[in-house]
């Protein structure tokens, strides 16, 4: 996981620091602006209990394998109130295994569970200093950035572990239809663990940009570019240009994503790559139809569209079989996820199923289908109980797999 480092101690320190004049107490200015901000400092706790239940069919003739996951994800956040406009946020996260037969992906991992990639530690998820105005907001540190639907940068918080960049960001609102959004990142915290066979940590040097146009109160557009040049990682490097359109007509909502991606920095491939994703949805009394067409392109197999910083458990199916989408050693033929999905609510329980059907971009190998099915409620106000089931039935491509999640989630 991300364990406190050089960095994160010395703004530790710093917020020690700047915390001081905190204890002088008279009738000053200043000191009535400081307790002011202590008043209005924000302390959180959280908890997110999750059973996780994995069936897959063996390989090749192999036997099946399995992976049954009890874990707890607890949570503290500290929130500082603004001091002429300056304010310090933290956030540290536990998890802890009740339950551990499942692979974690850590090297000290012998067995041969299924994977199930919520590791156990301790990290400071959140450390920034930040800078608030009406019109200006400058946040500098580790802090959660997500932009649109997370296609493109997210904070994979299905995971117990989240994702958390370290770097710079400036969002302006020029005016009330016009909105800017760029940071400098120099590191992306992952959901791995820091003894992993999957890099806990990313770095190099990631320019992510996004410009939302707010056209009336039914249509907005947004303009994206993400420039990703890796240090070591060189095969995911890329330069990414897309644009997002979303818009209400009535009774039918549209969403609406196109991008192209080449190769960047020292990545060895040259390539060129198409992004597209068209949604439709409409409500036919209680219930909302939604269908659509997601397309990560392939340069003729030899390297697919990717997004590595996406929450990838939102597309492509719940059970996370195309997460190699894009990578030299993975789908590099890309995929075509056609989906339906079906969204009511029932007795204050909300439903929802979804069917997805995969095929390759390059060469429309068949990969599969899969069925996804969602039940969520809250109850006493700060408790939420979720249900999800995953089934993927594998064609040409993988292994037929089934998974369950039991989760609840509580906050003060």
């Known amino acids: ?27 000053t200015s200043f000191n009535s602006e400081i307790k002011k901000a202590i008043a209005d400092s924000k302390v959180g706790i959280s908890f997110r209990a999750r059973y996780e239940g994995v069936d897959e069919d063996g390989i090749n003739g192999a036997s099946d394998i399995e992976a ?80 649109n639907n997370q296609r493109f940068i997210g904070g994979v918080d299905w995971r117990q572990n989240e994702q958390t960049y370290d770097g710079y960001r400036i969002q302006y609102a020029v005016n ?31 320019h992510f940009a996004n410009a939302g146009y707010k056209i009336n109160k039914a249509h907005t557009l947004s303009a994206f570019a993400y420039v990703l040049d890796f240090n070591k990682a060189h095969a995911m490097s890329s330069n990414t240009y897309g644009l997002l359109y979303q818009g209400n007509f009535g009774a039918i909502k549209v969403n609406l994503s196109a991008a192209t991606q080449s190769d960047a920095g020292d990545n060895p491939l040259s390539y060129d790559a198409s992004y597209y994703n068209a949604e439709i949805a409409t409500e036919l009394g209680k219930i909302t139809l939604l269908g659509g067409l997601e397309v990560l392109g392939s340069d003729k197999g ?17 059970a996370d079989k195309f997460l190699g989408t894009g990578s030299s050693t993975g789908m590099a033929n890309g995929v075509e996820d056609t989906y339906i999905t079906v969204k009511t609510t029932l007795n204050d329980v909300k439903l929802a199923a979804t069917f997805h059907d995969l095929v390759s971009n390059e060469g ?19 408790y939420d109980l979720l249900i999800k089931f995953a089934s993927y039935s594998a064609n040409e491509l993988s292994n037929d797999t089934h998974k369950l999640w039991i989760q609840v989630a509580t906050k003060f």
């Not at 390297?303 to 458990?313: E, G, K, N, V, Y």
């Not at 429309?364 to 700060?382: N, R």
């Open 1 to 27: 996981m991300k364990f406190i480092k050089t960095k994160l101690l010395l703004a530790i320190m710093t917020s020690a620091i700047i915390s001081a004049p905190f204890a002088i107490a008279d009738d």
């Open 68 to 147: 049954t996951a009890l874990t707890i994800k607890s949570r503290l956040t500290l929130q500082t109130g603004d001091y002429k406009h300056w304010s310090i946020g933290l956030e540290v996260d536990n998890v802890t295994a009740v339950i551990d037969n499942y692979n974690d992906l850590t090297n000290s991992y012998n067995g041969s569970d299924s994977i199930v990639i919520d590791p156990e530690g301790t990290d400071v998820n959140q450390a920034f200093l930040q800078f608030n105005t009406q019109k200006v907001k400058l946040t500098a540190g580790r802090q959660r950035i997500l932009h």
């Open 176 to 206: 009330d239809t016009v909105s800017l959004d760029y940071s400098f990142v120099h590191n992306a915290n992952r959901i791995f663990e820091e003894n992993s066979k999957k890099s806990n940590n990313l770095s190099g040097a990631f």
């Open 302 to 318: 030899k390297a697919a569209f990717s997004t590595p910083f996406a929450t990838l458990h939102k597309f492509q199916g719940f």
């Open 364 to 382: 429309h190998i068949d990969c599969g289908t899969e069925v996804d099915l969602i039940a969520a409620y809250s109850f006493k106000k700060d």
